[in-house]
């Protein structure tokens, strides 16, 4: 097997930086010296590293049409890929490049850690592994999972399903409306009826993305002005309503006005829950049947990572408002359960 190892940063090859008292990013070489078991994997192992690598707090929609033109290029020379990522926002890049990689029928496995590569208890050396090990099983001369993917503490998620939900805990990740799709233990045991199967069809890279969208998180108290600035932006041409519950909002008559004006407009305004589980019904509480009736759409049981990937990949696709809120409804790459 060939695996493609691309290294972007993240605490997995940092170092501590005495001066400063921070974690700072470092090279790829420092990884591969605390982690010398890489040298013995059953695997052809070859890097490509970015320069210069990033925490992920800084990372951005060009570096993901990076990682998705690098995907590309050497699509056929390998059998799988592995990402190496901060996990601070590693939920944001595994979203956006299941949606860049339209087609994928190869393993794309997203990993990080808690504790850089060279601390005694660091989680870096079982994720790295697993991970590798992950993205080179083949059954039948199929890849067992050909989809964008994040594994973590002996987890494996489907990418737009994750969300990160600690800053602590080796188990940084959850995908709560969506099971695991695989779980390594002794033995590395596949969900095989949750992964994506494999489809005939070459791969289309997606190199586009619009950045114009905004998000309005509910909270009792919100101002009308806060509301109105963040639906009125000129730029913005899609809005996340993050509600409350089962996607439901104030009924405050300026609150509702604010909303139809807007999508009336040609807004498009995307109903995702602040709940981590669970999904948005539009007009199962009356607080969230006007909402229905003013053209707000449901994102369903989508995380707010997928929702801001997907809305930012979905403008880019066409200016068509109907095709837009067509796209926006529909399941693309097993992001939402409908
Ligand atoms: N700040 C780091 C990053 O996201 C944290 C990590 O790697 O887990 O790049």
């Not at 590309?72 to 979203?95: K, R």
């Not at 990418?159 to 799709?181: C, D, I, M, Q, W």
Request: glycine share 8%; with cysteine; charged share 20%.
């Amino acid at each position: 097997m060939r695996i493609l190892l691309i290294y972007t940063g993240g605490t997995i090859g940092m170092v501590h930086d005495s001066d400063s008292g921070t974690f700072i990013p470092f090279d790829f070489e420092n990884l591969q010296a605390q982690i010398p078991e890489l040298k013995q994997l059953d695997c052809e192992l070859e890097v490509h590293s970015y320069e210069p690598s990033i925490d992920s707090s800084n990372m951005h929609p060009k570096v993901w049409i990076q990682l998705a033109e690098t995907i590309e290029s050497a699509y056929d020379d390998y059998d799988g890929f592995v990402i190496l990522h901060g996990s601070d926002t590693m939920a944001y890049t595994a979203s956006a490049l299941s949606f860049l990689l339209e087609n994928l029928n190869k393993p794309v496995v997203l990993t990080g850690s808690q504790l850089p590569s060279g601390v005694p208890r660091t989680d870096a050396k079982e994720n790295l592994i697993t991970a590798i090990e992950i993205a080179s099983s083949y059954r039948g001369g199929k890849p067992v999972v050909p989809e964008v993917c994040v594994y973590f503490e002996y987890q494996l998620y489907r990418g737009n399903r994750t969300h990160k939900v600690n800053a602590e805990n080796f188990e940084a990740f959850a995908s709560v409306n969506y099971p695991p799709l695989a779980e390594a233990g002794v033995h590395l045991k596949f969900n095989r009826t949750a992964v994506k199967s494999w489809r005939e069809g070459s791969l289309i890279a997606h190199k586009n993305y619009n950045p114009n969208i905004g998000v309005l998180k509910l909270y009792p108290g919100i101002s009308e002005s806060i509301v109105k600035n963040t639906l009125n932006h000129p730029e913005t041409e899609a809005v996340i309503l993050e509600t409350f519950g089962s996607g439901n909002a104030p009924t405050s008559p300026w609150f509702l006005k604010a909303i139809a004006e807007a999508t009336a407009r040609g807004l498009l305004v995307l109903n995702i829950t602040q709940c981590v589980g669970g999904a948005v019904e539009l007009g199962r509480y009356e607080t969230s049947k006007s909402l229905k009736d003013f053209g707000v759409l449901s994102g369903q049981d989508m995380t707010f990572e997928a929702a801001v990937t997907k809305l930012m990949f979905v403008l880019a696709q066409t200016e068509d408002a109907s095709e837009r809120m067509a796209l926006i409804t529909t399941n693309l790459r097993g992001e939402m359960t409908l």
